[in-house]
């Protein structure tokens, strides 16, 4: 069975995306509202003439609101404005938190040598901002210690009260009995 191509695409590719903007002669309303600091006299043009004062400043007219009555353009560098905007969008995903959550693994009879030391890793990744994800693993027939596995989850988070707070109470999914914990506010 042959699979039926449109103009020389190819069936599983995306389509190139164009520009995100329309700029020049590829705007198509008659009417447009300029604005912009290089504008003496913002207001309603034709496009015809905000055409002509574009390719009199050497800039290109951008159509930057186009569901608006009238469209709103601006006389700007389309190269400079696309630049500055990926600049924008650069910043604002630096700034975006990033949540790591560090995992701690007990069995349903850790000693009492064991919990310090993982205890000890726990404050130390709440120290360092993540969220920590503690759970017990039961294996086998071990299950039957449930109640262990809950009362040591619950010792884990008054030890770690001063750093950080229970977001999860021990919860049993399948062979886990899990916790989350996330560091407190500064």
Known sequence: MAIKRRGGQHPFRRKETGPQHRINRHITAPQIRLVGDNIENPGVFALRDALRLSEEKELDLVEISPKADPPVCKIIDYSKFLYQQKKKQKEMKAKAVKV??????????TDEHDFEFKLRHAEKFLKDGAKVKAYVFFKGRSILFKEQGEILLLRLATELEELGTVEQMPKLEGKRMIMMISPKKK
């Open 100 to 109: 790591v959550v560090k995992e701690i693994r007990f069995g349903p009879q």
